[in-house]
Structure formats: structure tokens, C-alpha cells
Nanobody
């Protein structure tokens, strides 16, 4: 199983970024996928989850209405569209999947929101 994130970078407050996570090594369409983030000195937190069927689960109030998770099963890729970014969104963002009771993480991609 391999999860490879991309799309992070430096963006000004109010800007947008789209993160991508390319998956391989498992039947992507059969599993839910999630995005987590970890800011310096803080615990890793769940940002969004999408089920195998494309259904969405509750997201934390901190990102509700600004972040959207989606997936393209043909491309074996999950996305995180982030709008109206705030400095407090600065973190390393990780792609996550649990495949047959084993948790897998990507290497992470840095998102920095600063003027």
C-alpha cells in the first residue's frame, strides 16, 4: 500500500489549495479515505473522510464549509479542496487509509498559510 500526497505549499490567507493523494497497492474503490493534519506542537486531527461510495462524514467545525473531500476511483486519487484558508490551517496534511484493519499514512504535505 502506498499513499502519496501532493499539492501543498505557501498560500496567503483567504486563498485556496487542492491536495491530492495518489493511492496504490490496494483496491482503492473498496475503501474509505481520510485526510488528517498536524500542526506544530499539536496532535494529529481528522479533517475529512469519504466513504468508498463517495459519502461524506461529519467534518470538524474548524473546516466546515471551507474544506471538501472528493475521490476519483478511476484515478485512484482522493482530493482535499481547501478554500478560505486561515493561518491556523497551517499544518502537515496526511492521507490515511485503513486496509484490512491496518492503518496506512502518506508522507505528508506541508501547507503554510501566511501573508
Amino acid at each position: 500500500v502506498q499513499l502519496v500526497e501532493s499539492g501543498g505549499g505557501l498560500v496567503q490567507p483567504g486563498g485556496s489549495l487542492r491536495l491530492s493523494c495518489a493511492a496504490s497497492g490496494f483496491t482503492f474503490s473498496s475503501y474509505g479515505m481520510s485526510w488528517y493534519r498536524q500542526a506544530p506542537g499539536k496532535e494529529r486531527e481528522l479533517v475529512a473522510t469519504i466513504t468508498s461510495a463517495g459519502g461524506l462524514t461529519n467534518v470538524p467545525d474548524s473546516v466546515k464549509g471551507r474544506f471538501t473531500i472528493s475521490r476519483d476511483n478511476a484515478k485512484k486519487t482522493v482530493y482535499l479542496q481547501m478554500n478560505s484558508l486561515k493561518p491556523e490551517d497551517t499544518a502537515v496534511y496526511y492521507c490515511y487509509a485503513k486496509i484490512q484493519w491496518v492503518a496506512y499514512w502518506g508522507q505528508g504535505t506541508q501547507v503554510t498559510v501566511s501573508s
